[in-house]
């Protein structure tokens, strides 16, 4: 029986409500994901969330994710699912099946890349299959094939049909632009720590009287951020200017820079040039802009007679006054090739005097009252100065020839 011109127009419009519907559906799915996706997240989150958000709309027995490892072992190959377990040992079996199966598939698959192309098996005959519908979906970019989604569902719940897939291929489209990213972010990082280790180690051939000095001053600045109650981000930043605060020093002449005993004030002059220097040496280099502050103004004094700008109490900025601390307490408590580092409680009392003169008094406090970190550093125990960030330990204190000459 045919339509007449109003039921048609009706059933017309009950579809495109019903298209609209599903568009809709697909686009708030796809906007809560990348409105949670983080760069800095674990791959494997991400895939558990995504599972989580796409079950709620494809209703499987079984989804899973499963990620290729790459070259870096970012990604670690792993697995993860969602819904009713299966065993590695099936689940590749019926992806085994289903490859198997493709010259009757529903949809039309390219024989030479089948781990390419979407593949749905609503109706298999080989044992794996019997009793499932399956849909098998890659997750790539490109020619970059990142791992699969496997969606399992029972028969009589439903075929897989086109709706649910482009709506499995939209979400995995999101999925492999982020891991694409996450990818190329864990690239950029590790060349940023590959170009901070050279830096450091650069300064340390240099300097020889402080090997060790940047990496330790780096860790007691954290662990002050730290017990200041300050935030995650706020120490990463202390822990990269730490390890490149005195950068500057490797402008500095070496009959200088390596002089033992006293300088003369011409000599301390120079000396006095390399927070300046740092901070011309890192200006241009993006991501150490936000260290630019902490690396030009740790030698400033509260009292505004410190260097190179004599800034005054507040108007240092807060890393340096961190730093500040924990470069002075090192300098002072480490040992030299011509010196002893100063007894604990000779150090002690200098920063007590200095509190609120040289140093920020808050700072200061939590140094004092911190006896598990100056005992450590004392007592030159590598092992039991804690690094809680783990960026970058590259030259562990060593027990003799340390020293700065950030103190002078
Ligand atoms: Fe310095
Ligand atoms: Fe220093």
Known sequence: MSLGPEESLLSDIESLANSLGEKFEEIRLIHDLTSKLQLEDDPTDTCQELLEQLDVCVHCRTLVIQLDPDEDDLFGGGVQGIGQSISLDELEAVIAACWNHHDESDFAVDHDRANQDVLIVNHGTAPELIGRHVALLPIARGEIHLGRLIAIRDHGHGEFGTVEVDLMRSVLMVLSLHLMNQRQFHEMQSMLEGTVRSLASALDAKDTYTHGHSSRVADLAVQLAIRMGLDHRTADSLQLAGILHDIGKIGIDDSVLKKPGRLTDEEFDQIKQHPVLGYEILKDIRPFRHILPAVRHHHESWDGKGYPDGLAGEEI??????????????????????????????????????????????????????????????????????NPIGLNRAHPPAVTNLGSGCHR
Not at 328 to 348: C, E, H, N, T
Not at 352 to 365: E, F, K
């Open 317 to 386: 900025p807060r890393d340096a006054q961190i730093l500040a601390v924990a470069d002075a307490f090192d300098a002072m408590i480490s040992d030299r090739p011509y010196r002893k580092g100063m007894p604990l409680a000779k150090v002690q009392e200098i920063f007590r005097n200095g509190r609120g003169q040289q140093w920020a008094a808050d700072v200061v406090d939590v140094l004092l009252a911190s006896d598990d970190l100056m005992l450590a550093y004392a007592n030159q125990q590598s092992d039991a100065i804690p």
